[in-house]
Nanobody, 118 residues
Framework: QVQVVESGGGLVQAGDSLRLSCAAS??????MGWFRQAPGKEREGISC????????HFADSVKGRFTISRDNAKNTVYLQMNSLKPEDTAVYYC?????????????WGQGTQVTVSS
């Protein structure tokens, strides 16, 4: 069982920055992803970092504004969010994908609220 815990959400103004953290034991080999869900909308994947080579991917909606990184010594993945917009308001979730042989397991955190005021 892998426990995934997000932190760092809050209320900010448009144009501000915020850094979310996601802690998960043993995450150095996991593919980690950040998702978000705004009220009335489906959950969308916005960024992920590979467990094999640390390559990263970003959704078009956040590309150029958000970065993702990991600190294996702290078992933590970060989502640095810059130039925040009101449309970034959502609950942000961290996801850990753990490979076990030919299988994989997906673990979710409880979410952290990010609110961007205009």
């Amino acid at each position: 069982q892998v426990q995934v815990v997000e932190s760092g959400g809050g209320l900010v103004q448009a144009g501000d920055s915020l850094r979310l953290s996601c802690a998960a034991s043993g995450l150095s080999s996991y593919t980690m992803g950040w998702f978000r869900q705004a009220p009335g909308k489906e959950r969308e994947g916005i960024s992920c970092i590979s467990g094999s080579d640390d390559s990263t991917h970003f959704a078009d909606s956040v590309k150029g504004r958000f970065t993702i990184s990991r600190d294996n010594a702290k078992n933590t993945v970060y989502l640095q969010m810059n130039s925040l917009k009101p449309e970034d308001t959502a609950v942000y979730y961290c996801n850990a994908v753990v490979a076990v042989g030919q299988y994989s397991y997906s673990y979710w955190g409880q979410g952290t609220q990010v609110t961007v005021s205009s």
